[in-house]
Nanobody, 120 residues
Framework: QVQLVESGGGLVQPGGSLRLSCAAS????????MGWYRQAPGKERELVATIISGGSTNYADFVKGRFTISRDNAKNTVYLQMNSLKAEDTAVYYC??????????????WGQGTQVTVSS
């Protein structure tokens, strides 16, 4: 079995920072693309950022210049550093990862979600 466990959410004031972490564990052969989505109340889930195993990144326009995605391949962990947070960043943040448990089988796994609330 594979699990993704998130941590780091919470309440922060506008302009503040938070760092989210998501660690994959279990029977893992390899970890490919990892990333973060978010879902605000009453809205659809939206992609925030992705990072491939080689380190290349991609960001949604609404977080460019404020958020940074990174990963530690030795720890099978992906991070999301969020700076200059705005009220509209309030959402549940979900990490995901494409993980192979064997050489030929790969599937997408999801974290449990962590609440980020930006409010004064």
């Amino acid at each position: 079995q594979v699990q993704l466990v998130e941590s780091g959410g919470g309440l922060v004031q506008p302009g503040g920072s938070l760092r989210l972490s998501c660690a994959a564990s279990g029977s893992i052969f390899s970890v490919n693309t990892m990333g973060w989505y978010r879902q605000a109340p009453g809205k659809e889930r939206e992609l925030v950022a992705t990072i491939i195993s080689g380190g290349s990144t991609n960001y949604a326009d609404f977080v460019k210049g404020r958020f940074t995605i990174s990963r530690d391949n030795a720890k099978n962990t992906v991070y999301l550093q969020m700076n200059s947070l705005k009220a509209e960043d309030t959402a549940v943040y979900y990490c995901y990862a494409w993980i192979a448990q064997t050489m030929n089988v790969i599937r997408q796994y999801w974290g449990q979600g962590t609440q980020v609330t930006v409010s004064s």
